[in-house]
């Protein structure tokens, strides 16, 4: 197959092949993720990205699984006949998920949970609610039932609520994904909990992070970038005020994404932190 990316389908989901050498590289992603859960729910669409995993074991070649706000994320690296068997064994999984292994994986995802700092942004951005959930410990797993989690899966992990990406020399032979029916999801709604915008908080971190809604374009992205470059010059090689001055860029498939800028630095020394350079 020629180079550049190609669409086309798999199994009725929606599928972008680019041309690669080396180890074959694939993703299938779900429109689901914690977003899209309740405060007293929260967690069971990480409980199912286990679940669906658990089959696989052990294995060489390099794979994974990640739960965030929007999406669900079931990546692999390696041969085409391990992509194959990878891809097939989740969809397989999340037809049958092995309820076995809830009890364990719940305990599991709580000792994940325990390592785990969430920020406290979102919360204070939007709430307890939507795009909020990121900052709350995940409390629907423990009382979570097996019913619960097959109606979560059936509903959310559907071939019409899937994405296939293939990075390779082409597109992997045998590939089957094995998903229900269903719909496509809309992307969470953005709720807000600021009383009025600017807004500023402290959680005492020592550190200042400024978090803003843009409109998703090229020149935002590379207004991200530059202003990351002027953090790290300004405050850590001219001021010394900081040791870690970096931006982010998160879209949020709405037409807006979120640009955000972080300085740690020592109490005395925040109000320069705060001072970003123009």
Not at 51 to 73: E, I, S, V
Not at 217 to 226: D, K, S
Not at 251 to 276: E, I, N
Request: net charge negative.
């Amino acid at each position: 197959m020629s180079q550049g990316i190609h669409h086309t389908e798999v199994d009725g989901i929606p599928t972008l092949f680019a041309y690669a050498t080396g180890p074959m590289r694939a993703g299938l992603v779900f429109r689901v993720g914690v977003a899209d859960e309740t405060l007293a729910g929260a967690g069971i669409t990480h409980l199912v990205e286990h679940l669906a995993l658990h089959r696989q074991g052990l294995a060489d070649y390099h794979f994974n699984g990640a739960t965030k706000a929007a999406f669900t994320h079931f990546h692999v690296e390696g041969a085409e006949h391990e992509i194959v068997a990878y891809l097939d064994g989740v969809c397989t999984s999340l037809l049958d998920l092995p309820m076995e292994r809830l009890e364990t994986e719940k305990e599991i995802l709580r000792t994940e949970e325990a390592r785990r700092e969430p920020g406290q942004l979102p919360l204070w951005r939007y709430g307890a609610q939507g795009y909020g959930l990121v900052s709350y410990p995940e409390w629907g797993v423990r009382g979570v039932r097996p019913d619960d989690v097959r109606e979560w899966a059936g509903t959310w992990f559907t071939r019409d609520n899937a994405v296939l990406w293939i990075a390779g020399e082409r597109l992997p032979a045998g590939l089957s994904l094995k998903l229900p029916a269903g719909q496509r999801r809309p992307m969470p709604a953005v709720t807000s909990a600021l009383p009025t915008a600017p807004a500023y908080f402290s959680d005492g971190k020592g550190g200042v992070l400024l978090d803003a809604v843009v409109t998703d374009t090229t020149a935002a992205r590379l207004y991200a970038g530059v202003l990351e470059r002027e953090l790290s010059r300004s405050l850590r090689q001219e001021g010394g005020y900081s040791y870690t001055a970096a931006s982010d860029y998160t879209s949020r498939r709405d037409g807006f994404a979120t640009v955000t800028a972080f300085a740690d630095a020592l109490p005395a020394k925040q109000d320069a932190g705060a001072a970003t350079p123009r």
